[in-house]
Nanobody, 124 residues
Framework: QVQLVESGGGLVQPGGSLRLSCAAS????????MGWFRQAPGKQREMVAT???????DYADSVKGRFTVSINNAENTMYLQMNSLTPEDTAVYSC??????????????????WGQGTQVTVSS
């Protein structure tokens, strides 16, 4: 009933930039907040950046000053602008949304959803 679709991943050289998008669709009533998470091979998933619908953002220390998260509430879309990328940023990036949607039957329901992930590879 709710889908999150990420896009924008790919291969980039060290020092380069990428912009990820996460579009939420479905019977959405209200998005409370969204976030980007990443998981590198052999490592646990970690938070990269989160943002509330009001625009309050939080970042992992490893990406502060390089990554910027933003949200377009009208389009239910979150973005992650990634600059000065390093090989350590290589991972599958997934988005998460904490939101209220219309469950049929059932009515307004609070839940969180995940996208399928997009690969980001930083390599020369």
């Amino acid at each position: 009933q709710v889908q999150l679709v990420e896009s924008g991943g790919g291969l980039v050289q060290p020092g380069g930039s990428l912009r990820l998008s996460c579009a939420a669709s479905g019977n959405i009533v209200k998005i409370n907040g969204m976030g980007w998470f990443r998981q590198a091979p052999g490592k646990q998933r970690e938070m990269v950046a989160t943002i509330t619908s009001g625009g309050e953002a939080d970042y992992a220390d490893s990406v502060k000053g390089r990554f910027t998260v933003s949200i377009n509430n009208a389009e239910n879309t979150m973005y992650l602008q990634m600059n000065s990328l390093t090989p350590e940023d290589t991972a599958v990036y997934s988005c998460n949304a904490d939101l209220i949607f219309l469950r049929v039957p059932g009515g307004p329901t609070l839940d969180d959803f995940w996208g399928q992930g997009t690969q980001v590879t930083v390599s020369s």
